[in-house]
């Protein structure tokens, strides 16, 4: 075989022995609902609007991230760390699809099949419908999938992989996304929904080309600490629908459980009476969750202060002490501070900046802030409060969980049902009436009424002197 025409063949030596030989190319690809050939515009009234309507996959979990389930002949890509849970969710929605009286396909590159059905024992009973097969080349799953034609494929994971025809060993570039698109291309024309598991690299991202994701429909997210019982699942790309719900898991032994109400299981072990310790409401997707935020400061050496930080962006707590300590005169050129996000939830929206700059301010004096204030708001460098997205619903969800005080931007509401709202708009008026709550909740004349405004920012108070009064 020869890239061009030659005179003489290179292996033979014999003369015009070569014949001119064209590969036949696939067709464009088609989608369920096109209508045949899918080559020239058609009304957009005449598309049938069904042939997008997903298939619950019986984990309200992963509906709610997938607005409603899988889509028949989508390609859905599902990556996290190892450990994480992939395989075993996965194997969960097939074992949930095949209960149904369906029959479905889990195509093993990575484990045998003995080693899934010891896996698939832990997880809860075994349907019929579920069939496996092991295979590392791309043509025995393609076979697999056309001789059983099953209502959903999974393929665990696509970097293991091969097809002889393309370049490169198993997870190259060229390995994946030759095998992705054959697997895609046999998704759309029989119509089952396809799931494939997809690695990380070392830095979290997804392993292999990144033209992947757009070889695909959906990609989701499996995030948490592999030391931690907590676990989501969010949505990065969706093209049938969109990308604002997460999805709430517990590893447990039986595979990922459901968390219909996260609450408990974020702030179940909470000491509020500690100092550094403020929760804040923040908002994943559409979802809120309330996480604590923590900080501990202790005595360090000058110029050579650490600032620890897990779960939380570091550089906002390097800002933030800058900002605590040029804007609200809080020392902290020889303490050295630890913070973190608590229950395996990384917080990076600037939502947080006023609960972890009040969890500084609290560890650092050594007084608790109050048991039921949660507190919310951007930090700007000049020690301004800035509004942040989402606060009603922040807020009626920390309600509902027994909060009753709340700290928010000057900008925010002036109330909300059943809780009394304190704006601030400064972070020095927000750690005055964080104290001030303190010592009223103390002396036990809280107020009723929600205070309207602090503006403008209230002189902070010394700290010694504060501490020394408790």
């Given at each position: 075989?020869?890239?061009?025409?030659?005179?003489?063949c290179?292996?033979?030596?014999?003369?015009n022995?070569?014949?001119?030989?064209a590969?036949?190319?696939?067709?464009?690809?088609?989608?369920?609902?096109?209508?045949?050939?899918?080559?020239?515009?058609?009304?957009?009234?005449e598309?049938d609007?069904?042939?997008?309507?997903?298939?619950?996959?019986?984990?309200?979990?992963?509906?709610?991230?997938?607005?409603?389930?899988?889509?028949?002949?989508?390609?859905?890509?599902?990556?996290?760390?190892?450990?994480?849970g992939?395989?075993?969710?996965?194997?969960?929605?097939?074992t949930?699809?095949?209960?149904?009286?369906?029959?479905?396909?889990?195509?093993?590159a990575?484990?045998?099949?003995?080693?899934?059905?010891?896996?698939?024992?832990?997880?809860?009973?075994?349907?019929?419908?579920?069939?496996?097969?092991?295979a590392?080349?791309?043509?025995?799953?393609?076979?697999?999938?056309?001789?059983?034609?099953?209502?959903?494929?999974?393929v665990?994971?696509?970097?293991a992989?091969?097809?002889?025809?393309a370049?490169?060993?198993?997870?190259?570039?060229g390995q994946?996304?030759a095998c992705?698109?054959?697997?895609?291309?046999?998704?759309?024309?029989?119509?089952?929904?396809?799931?494939?598991?997809g690695?990380?690299?070392?830095?979290?991202?997804?392993?292999?080309?990144r033209?992947?994701?757009?070889l695909?429909?959906?990609?989701?997210?499996?995030?948490?600490?592999?030391?931690?019982?907590?676990r989501?699942?969010?949505?990065?790309?969706?093209?049938?629908?969109?990308?604002?719900?997460?999805?709430?898991?517990?590893m447990g032994?039986?595979?990922?459980?459901?968390?219909a109400?996260?609450?408990?299981?974020?702030?179940?072990?909470?000491?509020?009476d500690?100092?550094?310790?403020?929760?804040?409401?923040?908002?994943?997707g559409?979802?809120?969750?309330l996480?604590?935020?923590q900080?501990?400061?202790?005595?360090?050496?000058?110029?050579?202060?650490?600032?620890?930080?897990?779960?939380?962006?570091?550089?906002?707590?390097?800002?933030?002490?800058?900002?605590?300590?040029?804007?609200?005169?809080?020392?902290?050129?020889?303490?050295?501070?630890?913070?973190?996000?608590?229950?395996?939830v990384?917080v990076?929206?600037?939502?947080?900046?006023?609960?972890?700059?009040?969890a500084?301010a609290?560890?650092?004096?050594?007084?608790?802030?109050?048991?039921?204030?949660?507190?919310?708001?951007?930090?700007?460098?000049?020690?301004?409060?800035?509004?942040?997205?989402?606060?009603?619903?922040?807020?009626a969800?920390?309600?509902?969980?027994?909060?009753?005080?709340?700290?928010?931007?000057?900008?925010?509401?002036?109330?909300?049902?059943?809780?009394?709202?304190?704006?601030?708009g400064?972070?020095?008026?927000?750690?005055?009436?964080?104290?001030?709550?303190?010592?009223?909740?103390?002396?036990g004349?809280r107020?009723?009424?929600p205070?309207?405004?602090?503006?403008?920012?209230?002189?902070?108070?010394?700290?010694?002197?504060?501490?020394?009064?408790r």
């Amino acid at each position: 075989m020869a890239g061009r025409w030659v005179g003489r063949c290179p292996e033979c030596g014999e003369w015009n022995s070569l014949e001119q030989w064209a590969r036949d190319r696939p067709g464009p690809r088609r989608r369920p609902g096109t209508p045949s050939g899918g080559l020239g515009p058609v009304p957009l009234a005449e598309v049938d609007p069904d042939a997008c309507r997903p298939m619950p996959t019986g984990l309200p979990e992963v509906d709610r991230v997938l607005s409603g389930g899988l889509v028949a002949g989508s390609v859905t890509l599902v990556y996290g760390e190892p450990g994480a849970g992939k395989s075993t969710l996965l194997l969960q929605v097939l074992t949930s699809v095949a209960a149904g009286g369906t029959e479905v396909l889990l195509a093993s590159a990575e484990e045998s099949v003995t080693q899934v059905r010891a896996r698939a024992e832990r997880v809860g009973p075994v349907p019929r419908g579920l069939m496996v097969v092991a295979a590392t080349e791309v043509a025995d799953v393609e076979e697999a999938v056309t001789s059983l034609e099953p209502d959903l494929v999974v393929v665990d994971s696509v970097q293991a992989l091969v097809d002889p025809a393309a370049a490169g060993g198993p997870g190259t570039v060229g390995q994946v996304r030759a095998c992705v698109d054959r697997l895609a291309r046999l998704a759309r024309d029989g119509g089952a929904p396809l799931v494939l598991v997809g690695q990380v690299t070392k830095d979290g991202a997804l392993a292999g080309p990144r033209a992947l994701e757009h070889l695909v429909d959906t990609v989701v997210a499996l995030e948490g600490d592999r030391h931690l019982s907590l676990r989501l699942l969010r949505a990065v790309k969706h093209r049938f629908g969109t990308t604002g719900e997460v999805g709430l898991f517990e590893m447990g032994s039986s595979g990922l459980e459901e968390v219909a109400d996260p609450g408990p299981l974020l702030l179940g072990d909470r000491r509020s009476d500690v100092p550094g310790s403020v929760v804040v409401p923040v908002l994943e997707g559409r979802r809120p969750l309330l996480v604590e935020i923590q900080a501990l400061a202790c005595a360090g050496v000058p110029g050579s202060n650490r600032r620890n930080v897990q779960g939380l962006d570091p550089r906002r707590l390097a800002a933030l002490a800058a900002v605590l300590e040029c804007r609200a005169g809080i020392e902290l050129g020889s303490v050295e501070l630890f913070a973190s996000a608590t229950g395996g939830v990384r917080v990076t929206e600037p939502a947080a900046d006023l609960p972890l700059a009040l969890a500084v301010a609290s560890a650092v004096a050594g007084v608790p802030c109050p048991a039921d204030l949660v507190s919310l708001g951007e930090v700007g460098l000049a020690g301004e409060v800035r509004q942040v997205p989402g606060i009603e619903r922040r807020l009626a969800e920390a309600a509902r969980l027994g909060f009753t005080r709340a700290l928010v931007p000057v900008s925010g509401p002036k109330d909300h049902p059943g809780m009394t709202v304190v704006r601030v708009g400064t972070v020095a008026a927000a750690v005055s009436a964080a104290l001030r709550l303190r010592r009223e909740e103390d002396a036990g004349l809280r107020r009723e009424a929600p205070v309207r405004s602090l503006l403008p920012a209230a002189t902070m108070p010394s700290w010694s002197s504060t501490a020394a009064s408790r």
